[in-house]
Nanobody
Framework: QVQPVESGGGLVQAGGSLRLSCAAS????????MAWHRQAPGKQRELVAS???????NYADSVKGRFTISGDIAKSTVYLQMNSLKPEDTAVYFC?????????WGQGTQVTVSS
């Protein structure tokens, strides 16, 4: 089992910045990738950004140029630097860990962007 734990959410004005952190514990060896997903009220959960154990990254089109994912898979930590936040970025952000085809989810952290 892998237990991801998120931190760093909060309330910010449009145009502001936030940095989310995720630290995973448990059976953290051989993690393949870590990612951030988000779910806004009434919407499906969507991928925001991901990073693989060799450092490859991927971003949703809606956050390219504004968000940056970083971290150390070997240390089971990942960060999401969010700049130029918009009200439509308001959502619960979840940390996701992939290992041997199994996904593990954190409880989520709320990000609210006011206009």
């Amino acid at each position: 089992q892998v237990q991801p734990v998120e931190s760093g959410g909060g309330l910010v004005q449009a145009g502001g910045s936030l940095r989310l952190s995720c630290a995973a514990s448990g059976s953290i060896f051989s993690i393949n990738a870590m990612a951030w997903h988000r779910q806004a009220p009434g919407k499906q959960r969507e991928l925001v950004a991901s990073i693989t154990y060799i450092g490859g990254t991927n971003y949703a089109d809606s956050v390219k140029g504004r968000f940056t994912i970083s971290g150390d898979i070997a240390k089971s930590t990942v960060y999401l630097q969010m700049n130029s936040l918009k009200p439509e970025d308001t959502a619960v952000y979840f940390c996701n860990v992939k290992k041997y085809g199994v996904e593990y989810w954190g409880q989520g952290t709320q990000v609210t962007v006011s206009s």
